[in-house]
Structures are given as C-alpha cells and as structure tokens.
C-alpha cells in the first residue's frame, strides 16, 4: 500500500481523535475535508477545481432535498407535543390500568414511551419529559434507582426507531431508499424492542417485588375512568393515525404527513389550553436550533464523504474488507460491532453520517443467500443499524439519554446507579438485533405486505 492510500486512513483517524476535543462536530467534519484536501492536491490526487463541487453538493444534497423538510417538522411535532401535557394524561391512564400488576409503574411508563415514539422523535425531549413526570413518582414508590431510571431511559431512546423516526429519514436520504418503506421496516422492531423491556420488567418485577412495589392508587368510578381514557389515549391516536396512518395508507409521503402532524401538535396544544404567542415562539426557536445543529452537520460531513471517496477511501475500505478474507455474515458482523463500538462514544448522527457513506457501497458486494434476498439487503441492513445505534443513547461515558437524565435527577440518584440500571436494557437491544438477525421477516413482512 502506497503512501497516497493511507490519506482516507489517515482522515478518518483524525476525525475520530478530533471528535474526543469536544469541538463541535461540525466543524471537524468540515475543517478535516478541507484540510485533506490540500494535502491531496500536494500528491495530485485530489484537483483543486474539486473545492467548487462542494458547494452544488451541499446545495443540491441538503438545501433543494425535499426528503430532509421532514426533519425540522418532526422536531417541531415533538417539541410542541411536549409542551401539550398529552403524556401527563398518559402515564396517569397507565398508571390506574397497571396498578395491581408487579413493576406496575415500570411498565406503564415504557407503553408510555412506545406511544410518544409513535409521534415523535426527538429523543432528548422524550427522555427529559418520562423523567420529570415518572422519576419522582417511581422514586417515592420506593423503586430501585436502577431499575427506575433504566426503564425511563430505555423507553425515551424508543423514538429514534419507532417511525416517525429522524434518524430513519436522514438514513433513507443517505442510502437512497424509499422512507416510506423505512418506516415499515422499523415498526416491528421498535414493536420487538418495546416487548422485550416489557417482559423484563415484568419478570425482574414478579421475582423481586422489592424493586418495584405496587402502586396504592385506586381506580376511579368507572364513568370518570372512561372519560380519562378517552382523554388521554385520544391525542396521541390522532397523530398516529394523521402522521404514520396518512403514509402507510398511501395518502401521503412522509414530508407531507410530518406537515400534517405538526399542525395536528398545534390544533392539539390549542384543544388542551396550551398554545399562546410565547409557547408557540419557544417551539419555533427550539426547533430551529435544533434544526441547525443537525443540518450544520449535514454541510460537514457532505464535505467529508465527498472529499473521503476523492481520495480513494471507498476503495481503500473494501480493499481492507476483501483482504481480511470475511464473507457476507463476517462483514456484517464486523460492521454491527463498530458501529456498537462507536455508540460508546459518539452520537448517532455522527455515526450515521460518518460510518454509512464509506459502508454503503459495501452493500451491493452482500450475498445472504436465500436468507435475505438481495434487493432486500439495503432495508434490512438500515434498520438493524437502527436497532444498534439505538444503544448509542445508553452506552458509557457518552450515552446522551444518560446525561439528559442525570440533568433533571434528584441528588440521590447517583451516575452509577444510572449506568448500572442500563446494563439490562443494553442487552435487550442486543438481544433485538441478534434476533432481527436471525429472522429478517420481523424487518421485512411489513414493506413486503403493505407493498403486495
């Protein structure tokens, strides 16, 4: 190997050390590409003239892409849906439903977290929303600080997998691929993940009622418990049913049902007394911030992947794949255990943005036999990298969920207990993948049966 091909090496080396200097992301995606690219005009293998192709790239890709208008509108979804007080009503209903079932409050705040996933996905918000109303209330229940906030982190990071999904639109920009069919692909897995806490706690609960005693709450006449039901479980029907109903029916695609779901946000924060001028212009700088961040990143890593493959680093890494003499499963392996890795330290957007362009010309080299057939290969390899960077919210040192939590917890619930409450929750995501793995129709019969 020549000195020439070590340049994409050496790029990628010195992201990954610069992303540890807390600089922002960014701007290391951004400053190494054009610093890469300087030194390859000085070994002729990168043209000057190739400087001016970042900029209809940047433009083409992320300002003109009509795919990636569905980010900030699910973000606005979110952060309005939080300020509504749905979940409050909620996790009230669940509470009184579970009440007399062992781990009780556990379980009614991961169904909680299964519903919010299905109306939006910002993750930070879903976190720090289950903490503020469950946290307390599990904590004066006397429930184990671990398995307390193991559940509520576990069920919050539900929302990046569970459609509507960002992460899932900016991977099936990334990859050219349908949303639409995305979105199918993630409901059961999002769906498997929520079962598997659920039968955790349940059983955790069952054998060690000491962590998670009952709740003394009584149930109301059956009248006022009909009318919380209907109260509470309605506004998070209706956006289901306006946001993934209007795209798994055809009706419309998933920009224009994230349009709807944040105007469904707004007419609900209006029916519950909630919406005014100054709400409405926090959700809006919020949601632009927000937005910022996410598509400044898209400019940095646009410029990155662009500058990675000039320099030959598409080649590089399937000259070193081919040399490692991996098959098919080795590869894909070897794939789901650095994007694991990478989850301990950074966020899902870097990884996604970083890791899927220089492993997405990989794919079309996969060959799974008559487990997976081939033009099925890209869906399913999108949503078990779904599943796994899931993860990346909950992994030491740097599992954003982790932080988000700590942020708002009481002084007694310690960093320790937090990481030690996530361990369990850890090994059923990875329990999910391996069987997302090993049986591919729980990704694949959905798209397959909404498509037929």
């Keep these: 190997m020549h000195l020439v091909d070590l340049l994409p090496l050496a790029m990628f080396a010195s992201v990954a050390l610069l992303l540890f200097t807390g600089y922002p992301v960014a701007f290391v995606l951004g400053g190494s590409a054009l610093a890469f690219g300087f030194v390859g005009t000085l070994f002729d293998v990168f043209k000057p003239i190739e400087f001016f192709n970042l900029l209809p790239r940047i433009w083409g ?75 307390p209330v599990m904590l004066e229940r006397r429930y184990s600080h671990e398995l307390a906030t193991g559940t509520i982190a576990a069920a919050g990071t ?142 940095g890593a646009t410029a990155f992947s662009y500058v990675f493959r000039s320099l030959g680093g598409d080649y590089v890494v399937e000259d070193l794949i081919r040399a490692s003499g991996l098959d098919s499963w080795g590869i ?51 949503i078990l990298l779904a599943v796994n960077l899931q993860t990346s919210f909950l992994t030491p040192p740097f599992g954003f969920a982790l932080f988000y939590m700590k942020g708002i917890c009481p002084p007694e619930v310690r960093l320790a207990e937090i990481y030690r409450g996530i361990v369990p929750f850890v090994a059923l995501q990875l329990a999910g993948l391996a069987l997302c793995i090993l049986f591919p129709e729980i990704v694949l019969w959905l798209p397959r049966a909404m498509l037929d």
């Design 61 to 135: 890709g992320i300002a003109e892409n009509l795919v990636l208008v569905a980010v900030p509108l699910f973000v606005f979804m979110g952060t309005m849906l939080e300020r509504s007080d749905v979940a409050a009503d909620l996790l009230r209903a669940l509470q009184i439903l579970l009440r007399r079932v062992p781990g009780g409050l556990a379980l009614a705040v991961t169904l909680m977290g299964t519903i919010m996933a299905a109306t939006t996905g910002i993750i930070g918000a879903s976190v720090v929303m289950l903490t503020m109303m469950a946290l």
């Design 332 to 382: 894909l392996v070897l794939i789901m255990v650095i994007v694991f890795l990478l989850g301990f330290f950074f966020d899902w957007v870097e990884i996604t943005l970083i890791v899927l362009p220089i492993f997405a010309p990989l794919l079309k080299t996969l060959d799974f036999g008559t487990h997976v057939a081939k033009p099925e290969i890209v869906y399913w390899f999108a």
């Design 158 to 299: 539900l929302g990046i997998l569970i459609p509507p999904s960002i992460m899932l639109v900016i991977m099936a920009d990334l990859l050219s691929i349908s949303v639409g069919n995305l979105f199918f692909g993630a409901v059961f897995p999002g769906l498997l993940l929520s079962g598997l806490y659920l039968c955790y706690i349940a059983v955790f609960a069952a054998l060690r009622p000491a962590v998670a005693p009952p709740l003394a709450t009584s149930a109301p006449p059956a009248g006022e418990l009909l009318i919380l039901l209907l109260k509470s479980f309605f506004p998070p029907v209706f956006l289901i049913v306006l946001v993934l109903g209007s795209i798994f029916a055809g009706w419309a695609t998933p920009t224009e049902a994230a349009g709807v779901g944040a105007a469904g946000t707004i007419l609900l924060a209006a029916l519950k007394g909630r919406l005014d001028l100054r709400t409405l212009v926090e959700v809006c700088e919020r949601t632009g911030l927000t937005c910022a961040m996410i598509f400044f990143i898209f400019i």
